[in-house]
């Protein structure tokens, strides 16, 4: 039996039988001059054809349009994926004579090819991001998916468009509410916009303004002060229930400026790890808030300082494995030279610092600007109450050197702008959060806690449990009870994505050609869907062109 299956197979091999989707030569030879690496592998190396068969494009090939067509909804611009080039030549192929099989198998081709290579570029975008984020200068290095073109092609090609796109959508780490909420604001754009006010006691105003986001609910009676709180909270504001200054100014940022935010974020989650694992700690910088989760609920929340804007806090991700009690502070000599140089005996040690050269305790004398900058001499500052460090620090080694500590000033925490400190992240409650780090060492309390944070000697105690270590810097965010967040651009680092993604004159902005789904519908204020029209915000974008691709997307929508 065996035998004659391989005979039957040669015989059918010799006549000329083939796998019907594999290439023909006019799709390798068109492969073969493709500018896209992993279009040209995947071809050469017996990838079968995705989006044509013997009778032309095929139904996965008008799917794939339609969704390219909506992914402005994800802050993606639809015309950087040869849309115009597809639809020509979709369009070749439905007026071609049938009779003439040359001229389709070279259209076929053309179309077949070009289809892929936007689905390489369009996984790319959605995957990993549309921008270098290292070019950016932004402080970023955490890592995402290196391999997402290569995974989205093998699904593709064994699975089908359906089990593509899935493969591509599985950002975590707040992505789809994101994207939901993009597609709300670019609604309300597209209405007219949202009402601004004109000063701080425009009571009506205010009411249409704060009505326009949900923050206020005017089926009912409620005080107008409880609909200020909420917007103040909602942007990171001291939540007073007045219109002070910089609650005017947040009220009046224009609805395009919050859409550019929100496609940012998004762009920078694409950037990040699909999921931070079930336990971790997230500093996100410009929030100025750390949360601690623990079997994907969260368990613990606080106030922090980070880096202010001469020592920005980079964006990374490690491994915390240990916790110093009652810790030394070894100065960085940039710090050092800069800010403590040159003082006296007196002054040194009424601070708790000692003046080292290695290990030996040396002269103030010898603790001049250009020592310390040199590293020949160091400052080192004792455990105690007045320590820099406060009294525990949190190491997650790292090449930024950079931790969580304790801080003695606690004052600082009341600000609201809390961009204080050198760079590293000073915690407002570390005793909790020692104690939650070192729950499964076990024979850890409150007590034992406080008494190694009151000790006199630095005490190390490595962790049973490392725990991944998440600093992130995200402006727009949808909270747990799905309201939308939005934070300053504390490092400008939101500026400068931006010129990045609207590089090419175009803003994606085409909601009206998105087709609508329910799956894209969420039940939404019907302040926010049907916003009075007004007369357009300014837009500060470095762009007010729009997409070439509307006018493509909405002929496909129209078939």
């Known amino acids: ?16 039988c083939r796998n019907p989707n594999a290439p023909s030569p006019e799709v390798k030879a068109q492969a073969a001059q493709s500018e896209t690496p992993q279009v040209r592998d995947y071809y050469a190396e017996g990838g079968t054809t995705l989006w044509t068969d013997a009778q032309g494009a095929t139904a996965a090939a008008d799917a794939f349009l339609q969704r390219l067509c909506a992914s402005s909804a994800e802050g ?25 099989a040359a001229s389709q198998d070279r259209l076929l081709a053309r179309f077949e090819v070009t289809a892929t290579e936007a689905f390489v570029r369009f996984a790319h975008d959605l995957g990993r991001g549309r921008v270098d984020r290292d070019a950016l200068g ?20 064994d699975h089908g468009l359906a089990a ?30 949202w009402p601004t006010v004109s000063t701080q006691t425009d009571t009506a105003g205010l009411r249409r303004r704060l009505a326009a986001e949900g923050d206020l609910d005017t089926m009912t009676a409620a005080p107008l002060a409880n609909g200020i709180r909420a917007f103040q909270q909602r942007h990171g504001l001291n939540a007073t229930g007045t219109v002070n200054d910089s609650t005017l100014h947040a009220l009046n940022v224009p609805l395009a400026e919050r859409i550019a935010t929100m496609e940012a974020n998004l762009e920078r989650l694409r950037w990040m790890p699909s999921s931070f694992g079930p336990t971790y700690v997230v500093v996100n910088i410009p929030d100025f808030y750390l949360q601690a989760f623990e079997n994907n609920r969260r368990v613990m929340e606080m ?28 100065v960085p000599p940039s710090i050092a030279s800069r800010e403590l140089a040159g003082r006296s005996a007196a002054s040194y040690r009424r601070r708790g610092y000692e003046v080292l050269r290695g290990n030996t305790v040396v002269s103030a004398s010898l603790a001049t600007r250009a020592n310390l900058a040199s590293g020949r001499i160091r400052l080192r500052q004792k455990p105690g109450p007045t320590n820099s460090l406060g009294q525990v620090k949190f190491m997650f080694p ?20 809390r961009a204080l400190s050198h760079g590293c992240i000073r915690l407002s409650r570390p005793a909790d959060l020692a104690l939650w780090a070192l729950g499964p060492n076990g024979g850890w309390d409150s007590t034992r806690v406080d008494s190694a944070m009151n000790g006199s000697r630095e005490l190390r105690v490595n962790l049973t449990r490392t725990i991944p270590v998440f600093l992130v810097y995200q402006t727009a965010w949808v909270d747990e009870a799905g309201r939308v967040q939005f934070r300053d651009d504390l490092y400008g680092h939101d500026r400068r994505l931006l010129a990045a993604l609207y590089a090419n004159g175009s803003r ?5 050609a998105v087709p609508t789904t329910a799956a894209d519908s969420p039940v939404v204020p019907d302040s926010l869907a049907e916003a009075p029209p007004l007369a357009a915000a300014p837009d500060t974008l470095p762009t007010t062109r729009r997409s070439s691709a509307v006018p493509v997307c909405q002929r496909l929508s129209a078939r």
């Open 164 to 193: 593509a796109l899935d493969s591509l959508s599985q950002h975590g780490n707040g992505y789809e509410p994101l994207r939901q909420a993009l597609l709300r604001y670019r609604r309300a754009e597209a209405a007219g916009g």
């Open 1 to 16: 039996m065996r035998h004659a299956l391989c005979l039957a197979l040669l015989v059918l091999s010799l006549a000329g």
């Open 398 to 417: 790292n090449a930024h050197n950079i931790y969580l500590h304790d801080t003695p000033a606690d004052q600082l925490f009341a600000r609201q702008n």
């Open 508 to 512: 994606p902005t085409a909601a009206q």
């Open 138 to 157: 932004a402080s970023w290095h955490l890592q995402g998916d290196t391999l997402v073109e290569a995974r989205a092609l093998a699904a593709l090609r």
């Open 76 to 100: 993606l611009d639809p015309s950087a994926y040869r849309l115009d080039d597809l639809a020509a030549l979709r369009d070749s192929l439905a007026a071609l004579d049938s009779t003439d």
């Open 303 to 330: 106030a922090v300082i980070v880096g202010g804007e001469a020592n920005r806090t980079p964006a990374f991700a490690d491994t915390m494995r240990y916790l110093a009690f009652a810790p030394y502070w070894n």
